[in-house]
């Protein structure tokens, strides 16, 4: 059996169309939103090891969901 989630049942898309190289350090987000925030720990291929600012926790998510959070949008 499968886990269904709201993106798969909402068919929300998360994936961006950005050309930022990511590293680690670089602030980013993720989908529309502009919190929470994350900060870059690791990029391994095409999954970045990423922490929240705010809370701390960590998460592993792909690279095509990121992106890099800008001087004018900080």
């Known amino acids: 059996m499968n886990a269904i989630s ?10 961006q169309s950005s050309s930022d190289e990511l590293q680690a350090g670089d602030l980013v ?24 600012v705010n809370s701390g926790q960590d998460a592993l998510l792909p690279t095509k969901r990121c992106r890099k959070v800008t001087a004018q949008g900080a």
Do not use: C, K, M
């Open 29 to 52: 987000q993720t989908g529309p939103n502009l919190f929470p925030r994350f900060e870059v720990v690791a990029i391994s291929g095409e999954t970045v090891w990423v922490r929240n």
């Open 6 to 15: 709201y993106r798969d049942v909402f068919e929300i898309e998360h994936d």
